[in-house]
């Protein structure tokens, strides 16, 4: 919703804002369809690598502030608009599995707007769950769809 990109950055500024949190690396900014709702608009998206201090529920916790903080109202209804959208993908090699949060991300392999950026930054990670690096996710997807980098 809104300027796309700005939400973006604006999300990644008030990340790095946390004194224990420092972002490594910030893939480039892709366009593209909406995955599971034809009825939305195009979204961006990014893949940034982080070091933090914070344990995972923590760092759930400050993702949390910061998508109330950019607008990001609590709705029963998925995958619809918002401003902004975060998600923890990966925590290190932990595999993590409650009501609050699915560490790694249980949808990575089936989204090329998730893999690209993220081969971008670091093709040679490897997703605990998978025992495969992001590199080999994205050349299995079956996600067709079509990305389209944004530029600044």
């Keep these: 919703m809104n300027n796309r990109y700005l939400n973006i950055q604006s999300a990644v500024d008030m990340l790095s804002g946390n004194k224990a949190i420092d972002i490594l690396e910030t893939s480039g900014f892709y366009e593209s369809k ?10 961006y998206n990014a893949v940034i690598k982080i070091k933090t ?13 910061i998508e109330k903080k950019m607008g990001r109202t609590n709705t029963n209804e998925r995958y619809s608009d918002r401003p902004i959208d975060i998600d923890i993908l990966s925590y290190g090699d932990e595999i993590i599995k409650t009501n609050q949060l699915v560490i790694p991300h249980p949808h990575i392999k089936e989204r090329k707007f998730v893999l690209k950026p993220w081969s971008d930054i670091d093709s040679n990670y490897i997703i605990a769950t998978e025992n495969k690096k992001i590199k080999e996710l994205l050349s299995r997807t ?5 990305l389209t980098k944004v530029k600044k």
Aim: net charge neutral; hydrophobic share 40%.
């Design 34 to 43: 909406a995955m599971y709702n034809d009825s939305l608009g195009n979204f």
């Design 53 to 65: 201090r914070l344990e995972a529920t923590s760092l759930l916790t400050f993702i949390k502030k």
């Design 142 to 146: 079956s996600d067709t769809s079509i």
